[in-house]
């Protein structure tokens, strides 16, 4: 069984920052790409931060400049900075992994979330 567990949410002032985590385990041979999605009350699930592939990464226009992606692959984590929060960056956030499996399958994973609140 593969999974992935996001961690580090929570509740902030705005102006503030916090660290979300996601470790993905289980049977994996490589991760294809990982990255960061959120989805606030009433609207779509949206890409925040993502690496595709390599070593580059694709932000939202509305995070850059203030979220940072990063990754330690040994540790099969992916971690996502959030510095300068706003109101707006209230959701929950979710951890997203293309992976292929010990049974050479290629699948696409979620985590269960974590909320980011940020008061104003």
């Known amino acids: 069984q593969v999974q992935l567990v996001e961690s580090g949410g929570g509740l902030v002032q705005a102006g503030g920052s916090l660290r979300l985590s996601c470790v993905a385990s289980g049977s994996i041979v490589s991760i294809n790409g990982m990255g960061w999605y959120r989805q606030a009350p009433g609207k779509q699930r949206e890409l925040v931060a993502v690496f595709t592939g390599g070593r580059s990464a694709n932000y939202a226009d509305s995070v850059k400049d203030r979220f940072t992606i990063s990754r330690d692959n040994a540790k099969k984590t992916v971690y996502l900075q959030m510095n300068s929060l706003q109101s707006e960056d209230t959701a929950v956030y979710y951890c997203?992994?293309?992976?292929?499996?010990?049974?050479?399958?290629?699948?696409?994973?979620w985590g269960r979330g974590t909320q980011v609140t940020v008061s104003s």
């Open positions: 997203n992994a293309d992976v292929t499996t010990t049974r050479w399958e290629r699948k696409g994973l």
